[in-house]
Each structure stands twice: as C-alpha cells, then as structure tokens.
C-alpha cells in the first residue's frame, strides 16, 4: 500500500499540532490585545477632539447621509488561497475633511489609531482562520489515532 505510520509518529505529528495551536492562540491574544489598546487610545483621542472643537463639532452629523461613499480601506478576501488582507485606496474619501480643514492633532491621532484598529482585526481574522485549519488536522489525526488504537484491542 503506502506508507503506514505508527502509533508513535501520529503522537508526535499530534504533539507538534498542540504546540502550533498554542503558538496561534498566543498570538490571537496578542492581536486582540493590540486591538482593544488601539480602540481605547482612538475613544480617547476622539473625546479629546470634541472637548477641543465642541460637541456639535465632532458628531454623527459629519457622517455622509447622502451620495456614494468610497471607502479608503476596504478587505479582501482572495477567492484561491483564502487569505483576507487590507486594500488601500488613497483616492477614497478622506473622512477627517468632513470636520474642516484645520482639525486639532488629537482628531488625526483618532484617525491614525482607528486605522491601527482595522488593520489589528485583519490580522486577528487572519490567525483565527489559521486556528480552524490546524484544529481540522488535530481532529483528523486524533480520529487516525483512536483507529488505530481500536485496531490493536481487536
């Protein structure tokens, strides 16, 4: 036939297989981590700005209500190797033009760590797909062993 392994090989292959999703989780931690310190620093400097300039100033109300919207960042998902990654477009609407054209430091700051944001959820997203696929080839190889296993005690 092919090449059978052993008992032994599929322990170690299941052993490298925990370490790696130890690996992954350490880092999805780490990423969501970054995310939660990005968003916390982008609230901070975002309430920061709308002491500077004013409630009415930094709202909703610079939201668009009206017209196509083109986003400066968008994700894509490739369809062959399903990997997702950050598309940037600087022609897209910068959104801080809405609140004027000289905007206190704290404003870009928001901006900037908002952005940090999305690109910290990209990566998260990216490591968690990862996580799914090393837990797929656990399972199967745990399935391998326990048939293995239930071949010797017959």
Same mark, same amino acid.
């Given at each position: 036939m092919g090449h059978e392994r052993t008992p032994k090989q599929v322990d170690d292959e299941l052993d490298e297989i925990?370490? #790696? /999703?130890?690996? =992954? /989780? *350490? *880092?999805?931690?780490?990423?969501?981590?970054? =995310?939660?310190?990005? =968003?916390?620093?982008?609230? !901070?400097? =975002? &309430? #920061?700005?709308?002491? !500077? /300039?004013?409630?009415?100033? !930094?709202? *909703?109300?610079?939201l668009p209500t009206s017209g196509p919207y083109t &986003?400066?960042?968008?994700v894509v998902r490739e369809e062959n190797t399903e990997t997702i990654n950050l598309a940037h477009d *600087?022609?897209?609407d910068d959104p801080i033009k809405r609140f004027g054209v000289l905007v206190p430091g704290s404003l870009r700051m928001a901006q900037e760590r908002f952005c940090k944001c999305l690109e910290s959820t990209i990566e998260a997203a990216v490591i968690k797909s990862e996580m799914e696929k090393v837990r797929g080839n656990y399972l199967s190889l745990k399935d391998t062993r326990s048939q293995m296993t239930n071949k010797v005690n017959k």
């Open positions: 925990c370490l #790696k /999703m130890i690996q =992954l /989780m *350490d *880092d999805y931690c780490s990423s969501i981590g970054r =995310l939660e310190h990005c =968003l916390r620093d982008g609230c !901070v400097h =975002l &309430a #920061k700005s709308r002491y !500077v /300039m004013g409630n009415s100033s !930094v709202s *909703d109300l610079q &986003a400066r960042s968008t *600087d022609s897209g």
